[in-house]
């Protein structure tokens, strides 16, 4: 491993003696990372150098140096720390190098996390805005958006993260959430842009991110919270995998149907693609043909979105719209990878009251995981583990059938309780 | 890196924080308290000594949580106005600033 790291450092060393390489440009040579531009996509170390030409700063060319030291040796050199700015406990995420001896320039390099807007609708004044306080302050370095929903403002020093963030918020924007508290919410372009919205899920988006704004910047629970809103059964923000509370939009009633658009549908394509790749594609057989006409069983029907997708002019959501809540869905922590589970089917999302009724529903979960649950526990698993009727009844939800997945299918089995 | 109090150095780790849980006293908590522009009141010393008393018993600094319910139990508050209370006292954050003033190790993890 020493070994490694001599022969490694050869490369490197010889240009941290003189600050720059004999070329007379900015950055050290990195053989390694250059290996990463020659493929066919675009990538992050050509942006890396752009921007390190460009904006000369010394810590983009320690972290490309650091980096490839690192590639080089086949180890991580950061980690974390705890950096924050007044009256905040998360929002910033530290990374300090260990290695800051070999790497000076790369010592600190720091993350911000930034609320996005809902549905992403940005205007470009704050963009630009945003743009030119972080390199002022910065590294310059924007991911949009992170795996997170944040706008990933990477590279800054302990120093200078005041100054920053008063002037970030100055400028309308405020920090996204770490820790074990609630999350920056993520949602989908929504009504403003898509006809399958359901409800208006960047305003519920921004109201419940307001409503919990105490526990985005001061993480006190037992671990970290999701929200994510989709407008609709696509999920465009991924809910049921990636949040423990998914709230996606739905309808009640029947799918709403065209008839002289579906005639203009299967004039255009067929009863044959009809058949082929909407009928047969239904999961649950909802969909039969009829006098060469298609007829949806809306008792059948799960709403998973396959034929409104395939005949978007001629089918769209019902008529009485609004919410299903899935709890639970999480990555790879204590048990394995959890999908969102069903709790709530239907609720109606239409005007503040509606909203209000949300966020106090939401409000009970939170305080019955904030005693039930273990440290490190995510809502999905306090539920695994103590099961769903003790939650329901702890939390105050009804009972509904759609809750259960499917009927237990063994009549002889007795679990012992 | 060490502090000075009455001639006498105290050990602490490149972050401030002591290095000797038992080198705490009341002078060098004032001292690091100087250091995070905290001016201690009755409020701080209470929370402070919490902290102490809740390391001795079970060897580790409380998570948020757990401090946010018993100070809103003894103050008979809400655990919103218990958290806002808290971030009153320590605007770092109660696990940064209280733990170091009360001559903890430094926290890990992301609170």
């Known amino acids: ?417 | 890196m060490a502090i000075e109090i009455n001639g006498r150095s105290y050990d602490t780790d490149e972050n401030g924080y002591l290095v000797n849980l038992e080198d705490w006293n009341e002078d060098v908590a004032l001292k690091l308290a100087e250091g995070e522009d905290i001016t201690m009141d009755e409020a701080h010393w209470d929370l402070v000594k919490f902290l102490r008393n809740y390391y001795a018993e079970y060897q580790i600094a409380p998570a948020v949580k757990i401090l946010t319910k018993a100070v809103a139990t003894e103050r008979n508050m809400d655990k919103k106005e218990a958290s806002e209370f808290l971030y009153g006292l320590f605007p770092k954050g109660p696990a940064l600033q209280a733990c170091k003033i009360a001559g903890l190790p430094k926290p890990t993890g992301c609170v």
Request: net charge negative; charged share 25%.
């Open chain 1, 1 to 417: 491993m020493d070994g490694a790291n001599d022969s490694a450092m050869k490369g490197a060393c010889q240009c941290n003696g003189c600050g720059s390489d004999g070329n007379g440009t900015f950055l050290n040579p990195t053989p390694m990372l250059d290996q990463l531009e020659s493929g066919p996509w675009p990538s992050f170390i050509s942006g890396f150098k752009e921007l390190a030409e460009r904006t000369k700063k010394p810590m983009l060319r320690g972290v490309l140096d650091q980096l490839e030291y690192s590639y080089n040796t086949k180890m991580g050199y950061w980690k974390g720390g705890l950096v924050t700015v007044d009256g905040y406990g998360a929002g910033i995420i530290t990374r300090y190098s260990m290695i800051k001896d070999k790497f000076p320039e790369a010592a600190e390099f720091h993350t911000m996390r930034i609320q996005p807007a809902p549905g992403l609708h940005y205007n470009t004044s704050m963009l630009r805005e945003l743009c030119d306080i972080w390199e002022k302050h910065g590294s310059g370095i924007i991911a949009l958006h992170g795996q997170t929903g944040d706008i990933m403002l990477q590279g800054i020093e302990q120093d200078k993260v005041q100054e920053c963030f008063d002037e970030l918020n100055q400028a309308g924007w405020d920090l996204g959430g770490a820790g074990a508290g609630m999350r920056t919410g993520v949602s989908c372009i929504g009504p403003g842009r898509c006809e399958n919205a359901c409800y208006d899920n960047l305003k519920l988006h921004l109201k419940a991110l307001q409503h919990y704004v105490g526990q985005v910047h001061r993480p006190e629970w037992n671990y970290k919270l999701k929200f994510k809103f989709s407008g609709c059964p696509n999920d465009c923000t991924n809910a049921i995998m990636r949040s423990d509370l998914a709230v996606i939009g739905t309808w009640r009633d029947a799918i709403q149907v065209d008839r002289d658009e579906v005639r203009a549908w299967i004039e255009e394509r067929g009863v044959d693609a009809l058949v082929n790749n909407v009928i047969n594609h239904c999961p649950t057989k909802a969909i039969s043909l009829k006098d060469g006409d298609m007829v949806i069983e809306t008792r059948d029907c799960v709403r998973c979105m396959h034929c409104l997708n395939a005949m978007p002019k001629a089918l769209s959501p019902g008529k009485e719209r609004g919410i299903s809540l899935l709890m639970g869905g999480k990555n790879t922590l204590k048990v394995g990878v959890n999908m969102g589970s069903l709790i709530v089917p239907f609720m109606k999302m239409e005007d503040d009251d509606d909203i209000e009724t949300f966020l106090e529903m939401i409000d009970e979960i939170i305080d019955w995981w904030d005693d039930a649950g273990l440290d490190h526990e995510r809502i999905g698993e306090t539920i695994e583990r103590v099961g769903l009727k003790q939650f329901l009844e702890g939390a105050g939800i009804e009972y509904d059938i759609n809750q259960v997945t499917r009927p237990r299918d063994n009549p002889y089995f007795k679990a012992k309780y």
